[in-house]
């Protein structure tokens, strides 16, 4: 079977026929919803009047939060995030009404017409004033192991820091959206654009006051979500919902981008401050950090996400002594919400920078650095959180790798190319990933299936995992086409639904293929199990012989193993077992075993497995504006077998831009009254086709099965963003051979022109300043 | 003249809009009309501000020796009114049925093979893009490809595959249906474009104008002073997705044949207000080098196709990428009215944040741009924080006229650092005279702070412009 078929989708995205929920076609009194949201960060809401704007032409329902008939909460787990603001707004974007219109121009008049008095208040805008006040969503968090404290005092040497990453827009193509449909009695049907159909439902059915049973939730697919439709997807169906049930109409809400990104919840901002202690040979002896996330304002995912962080703080590196802290600080900016990665990024970049110091501290190349501190094959390879590393690729990784890019050759030239040039410079890095695969939260680690076979002996698979582009429903489909021994051509699968598979949750955490795989597997083997008894009889009939060995399915046809050409079709056997009464559908389920993790220890076991994987780039930077542009990379990455090798390998490539964009030029600041100013593509600036590397090689790992998943494959989605480590630290390689690497240049993330530009003038005036002493 | 009614093909069906009776305004925009049709919605709303390429489309237009030039835009800084005569191509155009089967356009078909698509957003704007450049004829190489596709952003794969699959499909061209069908189309829009050739849409309390002559735009700007001009519309239409402001009055000169002109003129090049960003850089690679660098880094491919320099230079924007430009050349503007026309310089044109001297009854009908002389040396550098599709956080060109080494005259004109584009002119005072070299200039970086004073906003702080517009005078002699 080809080991790549194409994504299910593929041809209806490239003729324009793929349905998102802005493009459902339904009757044509479908109301436009608009969201009415807070322009203060932080204020309360003193009167408001909205006589006016009622009665703009083609304005049929305006609500605030007196017209929710259930619980006035987007949460339901923290309850910290009102669906309609009561009282008081907590950050700019924050939803205060909801309009039902004809037609967008008259929701947009009526706006204009609300009138509300607001008394702004103080407001919390960065980490910095946040740790000033001790405004944390959750007490602080540790992950201790060793004599951190006693050993950084006795190492040999000790470098301290700190290191800022910045936040990152989702920027998914397709804005947030939700179009709801109330149908019998209290009944709503939900088209979400949500990485958690589940959660909308709940979502949905609290702030209506309905029972889960009376609100089914579809999701076909989204243009994009990248964990930005994670929790945050769940809002705009709420919101819709309310005034689909208020005007007993579909309504339709579709976000404008400036709104899309001045409203919802970014990557969180970081502040992290380390010390960290070595040895002569760059070996690290102790490691103390101390993680800052800025969850803005509610809880939504942050504690998961600085979990993760805190998980990720040691990356791929075996620390004896270490202590790991982490608090998510309270702010009044949109909350801030999962994006890939999920904290990995923000824990990893720490130590990727500090291992970078030390290699140019002690003048030992930076590679060589990091491979010393490799964790161990079977030795020193338990991590911080007691959970041993088992099959290691990091040494298989890294000496391919050296091998392909021809790191040290390149090293020597890139060194040659900048005594040779003032103020163009090249630099070059190589870093790795390992990343924990499984929910942080081990009761997430389920899923569901539901798959149907028609008497036709075609396939109906329906899974609770969604389809955001990274290819799930086509892994999906192949899963059970290989299972079930059937073609690709006869195997659909369906949209998600609430209605179809129950209780599932997000699709995040890398893990759709794992969990859902592994549902659909369970379904497959029960349908096939079933079958299999009718299978023979109809192979004896119709041969006249006893099949005693292993029956096999494959490609449409069913035969024993030794005597491949006596076989029946699959047709002909769902056929004879409806007529035999054997049910064709079957539900399946899996839970990821063994998973557990003690949040008070800061012990446990709470991945299912790691993921490796690992690039070199080289980069060209102009010192004089801080212009960088990417002339290689080459990664090899781990996905164990793979499942469908172009869609992984587009999973990696996608990842690591994804990646490079957050590292370089996507920048967003904020104005001193808590206004984003970088809300719209004009100044937001995620990677063109003109950013990539100008070589871009990108490899799987070859024979490396992973026995703990679907078809010894590995979970792809996340991993290789922080691979965007290499380029990130080829420039600050860049930067510091202006100073020839005798400065540690002043380095954060993103290193956008302007960071390495002003770094490289501070090198540069370094420089004078030691030549007149 | 008219009777408030436009035609135009949509894909290969002729459709006519009637102002009288539709819901459309003239303004609205191609995206928004598209999208309103069941069977047209294949083009998708990405960010309504031309900066990311999935309501691309192409237009089929005729040109002067019959044939038909396709050319990819962005939907949503498109007005309806203004397609008037013209082929407009949607991604639901590109697929044909053979008998009983559906078969894909071979950039369709390659974007498959690629996985060129993961989530499908972008992917009809991806197509639309790569399609008009099959179109072209072109054999582009890995730049051309980058060129063309900037204005398309995918948050999902990383480009490589788009990448491949575009260089591989436009490496081996095949006549498509559209070759076809050339002749035909050819046909009906002359017809349509004989029958009316200019268009006066009225609707929703909006009149649009559509002028064929220059005599014609010229005659309603001197009636209705307070019309709106506009020449590619790609700012204006920004405003009414934004902010939903309706131009009353809009007067459309995109289809003026007598400000498209561009030739040699005397000693230098004349170009019309009307040539478009594209048009003057295939132009600039052979006859203007000195100007080719920034329009290569101007927006995107899809707004270099419809944005004019007339209409660059009228916005007045403190940030727009030619003003420097065209003052470093001492270029002039050639404005005209009904009854005179007269010549300013760049400089003065501009008059303050995004003000220009056109007086009520005046129209931009070209720029000259003298001869590079041989003692001088012309350079420009944009400083952005992304190559492409970006606009300057700092820009600066530069004209320096030696005499022997030493600086005869000097124009050192920058964008971004003040409300309008500004020459430096106490550093160039200092310059003046003085030989070109390291030295002086490090001496001449000191008095950019004297110059100006720049600002912090959303792209970049004032101190990173500052020291960056004091770096570009030292890229003027390390290259």
């Not at chain 1, 090249?426 to 790795?432: F, Y």
């Not at chain 1, 793979?642 to 996507?666: H, M, P, R, Y």
């Not at chain 2, 709106?228 to 289809?255: C, M, P």
Request: charge should be neutral; glycine fraction near 6%; include cysteine.
């Amino acid at each position: 079977m080809n080991k790549s078929p194409n994504h299910e989708s593929a041809i209806q995205h490239v003729t324009g026929k793929a349905v998102y929920v802005s493009d459902i076609n339904l009757s044509s009194d479908m109301l436009v919803g608009r969201i009415v949201y807070s322009p203060h960060a932080k204020a309360k809401i003193v009167s408001y009047d909205l006589k006016a704007a009622l009665s703009v032409k083609g304005v049929v329902d305006i609500l605030d939060y007196k017209r929710i008939p259930g619980v006035n909460q987007l949460n339901p787990h923290k309850n910290d995030e009102p669906c309609l603001a009561q009282g008081e707004v907590n950050c700019i974007g924050q939803a205060v009404f909801l309009i039902a219109a004809k037609t967008e121009e008259a929701a947009f008049e009526a706006e204009k017409k609300i009138s509300i008095l607001y008394e702004p208040l103080p407001a919390i805008l960065s980490i910095e004033d946040a740790m000033e006040k001790g405004t944390t969503i959750a007490p602080p968090r540790c992950i201790e192991r060793g004599k951190p404290f006693e050993v950084i005092t006795t190492a040999k040497h000790v470098l301290e820091g700190e290191v800022k990453t910045g936040a990152q827009e989702h920027w998914y193509l397709e804005t947030q959206a939700a179009l709801c449909v109330p149908g019998e009695g209290k009944e709503i049907k939900v088209y979400a654009s949500s990485q958690n159909p589940t959660e909308t439902q709940e979502v949905v059915a609290d702030v209506l006051g309905l029972n889960a049973n009376e609100v089914e939730c579809e999701v076909k697919r989204m243009g994009g979500a990248f964990g930005g439709k994670e929790s945050q997807g769940s809002h705009f169906a709420a919101w819709a919902a309310l005034l689909a049930n208020a005007t007993r109409k579909a309504v339709l809400i579709v976000l404008n981008r400036d709104d899309d990104q001045k409203i919802t919840g970014k990557r969180h901002r970081s502040l992290s401050k380390y010390k960290i202690g070595f040895n002569g040979k760059g070996e690290i002896t102790a490691f103390i950090v101390d993680i800052n996330l800025d969850a803005g304002m509610a809880t939504d995912l942050s504690i998961a996400i600085l979990e993760r962080a805190l998980f990720h703080a040691e990356n791929s590196y075996y620390i004896p002594n270490i202590s790991i802290t982490g608090t998510a600080w309270k702010t009044n900016l949109p909350s801030n919400t999962a994006y890939r990665g999920f904290g990995g990024p923000q824990g990893m970049a720490v130590i990727e920078n500090a291992i970078d110091r030390i290699a140019r501290f002690l003048k030992i190349d930076a590679a060589e650095v990091r491979h010393r501190n490799f964790y161990g094959i079977d030795s020193r390879n338990q991590t911080p959180y007691g959970q041993t590393v088992e099959y290691n690729k990091l040494y298989t990784i890294w000496d391919k790798i050296i091998a392909k890019s021809s790191y040290f050759e390149r090293r020597k030239l890139v060194d040659e190319f900048n005594t040779s040039s003032e103020f163009i410079k090249r630099g070059l890095a190589l870093t790795p990933v390992k990343f924990g695969i499984s929910f942080t939260t081990s009761f997430l680690n389920q899923a569901g299936a539901l798959v149907l076979i028609y008497k036709d002996g075609t396939l109906l698979v329906n899974h609770g995992g969604t389809e955001m582009g990274q290819g799930l429903n086509t892994k999906m489909l192949q899963i059970a086409a290989l299972e079930l021994g059937v073609p690709l051509s006869k195997v659909k699968v369906n949209a998600t639904n609430t209605s179809k598979v129950p209780n599932t949750s997000p699709t995040a955490a890398s893990s759709g293929t794992d969990l859902n795989g592994m549902a659909v597997k369970n379904a497959t083997d029960k349908l096939r199990a079933r079958l299999l008894p009718c299978a023979k009889k109809m192979i004896a009939s119709k041969y006249s012989f006893e099949p005693m060995g292993e029956i096999h399915f494959e490609n449409g046809e069913i035969f024993e193993a030794n005597n491949r050409k006596k076989s029946i079709t699959f047709e002909a056997l769902v056929a004879q077992a409806h007529f035999d009464q054997i049910s064709l559908h079957a539900t399946g389920y899996y839970a990821t075993p063994g998973i557990h993790f003690d949040r008070n220890l800061g012990k446990g076991e709470p991945f299912n497995y790691f993921a490796f994987g690992m690039a070199v780039s080289e980069v060209e930077v102009d010192t004089l504006t801080g212009y960088s542009r990417f002339l290689r990379t080459d990664i090899i990455h781990d996905v164990g077998d793979s499942i469908n090798e172009k869609i992984d390998i587009g999973q990696v490539s996608g990842a690591f831009i994804q990646g490079l964009g957050w590292c370089t030029t996507e920048t967003i600041r904020w104005a001193k009254d808590g206004r984003i100013l970088n809300y719209s593509p004009d100044t937001y600036k995620i990677p063109t086709i003109d950013d990539i590397p100008l070589e871009f090689n990108i490899e799987l790992l070859t024979d490396a099965p992973n026995p703990k998943a679907i078809r010894k494959s590995k979970a792809v989605g996340e991993p290789p963003f922080m691979l965007a480590f290499s380029p990130w630290l080829a420039i600050k390689d860049a930067i510091s051979a202006v100073g020839n690497h005798k400065f540690e240049p002043t380095f954060n993330l993103p290193a956008n022109n302007e960071l390495i530009l002003l770094s490289a003038e501070e090198i540069r005036s370094k420089m004078k300043n030691k030549k007149k002493k | 003249m008219s009777n408030n009614r436009i035609k135009f093909i949509l894909n290969s069906t002729v459709k006519e809009v009637d102002f009288n009776t539709s819901n459309f305004r003239p303004s609205t925009t191609v995206l928004n009309y598209l999208r309103s049709f069941n069977d047209t919605k294949g083009v998708k709303e990405g960010c309504a501000e031309g900066d990311c390429g999935a309501c691309s489309i192409v237009i089929g237009e005729l040109t002067e020796n019959n044939s038909i030039r396709y050319y990819s835009v962005d939907s949503c800084l498109l007005f309806l009114a203004s397609i008037h005569g013209k082929q407009i191509i949607t991604i639901e155009g590109l697929e044909r049925k053979l008998e009983n089967r559906t078969v894909l356009h071979p950039v369709q078909q390659a974007l498959i093979d690629h996985f060129g698509s993961q989530c499908g957003f972008c992917t009809p704007g991806i197509v639309m893009s790569i399609f008009a450049l099959y179109k072209s004829n072109a054999y582009p190489n890995r730049n051309d490809v980058v060129q063309n596709l900037s204005g398309n952003l995918c948050r999902c794969t990383g480009y490589e595959p788009i990448l491949n699959a575009a260089l591989e499909v436009c490496s081996n061209l095949q006549p498509d249906h559209f070759d076809a069908n050339e002749k035909n189309v050819v046909k009906i829009l002359e017809e349509i474009k004989r029958k009316q050739a200019s268009v006066i849409a009225t609707a929703k309390s909006q009149v649009y104008h559509l002028p064929e002559t220059l005599q014609e735009a010229l005659e309603i700007k001197e009636s209705n002073p307070t019309v709106k001009v506009v020449n590619g519309a790609t700012d204006t239409a920004i405003r009414q997705n934004k902010f939903h402001e309706y131009i009353e009055e809009i007067l459309d000169i995109s289809n003026v044949s007598e400000v498209k002109l561009l030739s040699k003129q005397g000693n230098g090049f004349y170009i019309g207000a009307g040539v478009t960003i594209e048009a003057l850089k295939t132009f600039a690679k052979k006859n203007i080098p000195t100007i080719l660098p920034m329009l290569e880094v101007f927006a995107s491919h899809q707004i270099r196709n419809v944005a004019t320099i007339g209409g660059n230079l009228a916005t007045a924007s403190p940030i727009g990428d030619l003003i420097p430009l065209l003052m470093a050349h001492s270029a002039r503007v050639e404005l005209v009215s009904s009854n005179e026309s007269r010549w300013v310089e760049v400089q003065e044109f501009i008059t303050g944040y995004r003000k220009n001297c056109l007086k009520s009854n005046e129209l931009i009908k070209g720029i000259l741009i003298p001869k590079v002389d041989e003692n001088v040396t012309i350079k420009s550098e944009k400083v952005s924080t992304r190559h492409q599709l970006d606009i300057s956080t700092v820009s600066l060109s530069a004209r320096i006229e030696f005499e022997m080494e030493a600086v005869k005259s000097i124009i050192l004109a920058f964008g971004g650092m003040a409300e309008v584009p500004k020459r430096a002119l106490k550093t160039e005072a200092f310059l003046h005279g003085k030989t070109f070299n390291r030295e002086t200039i490090e001496k001449a970086m000191e008095k950019i702070s004297d110059d100006f004073t720049p600002i912090s906003d959303a792209r970049a702080s004032a101190e990173y412009r500052l020291v960056a517009a004091k770096n570009l005078l030292l890229k003027l002699i390390s290259g």
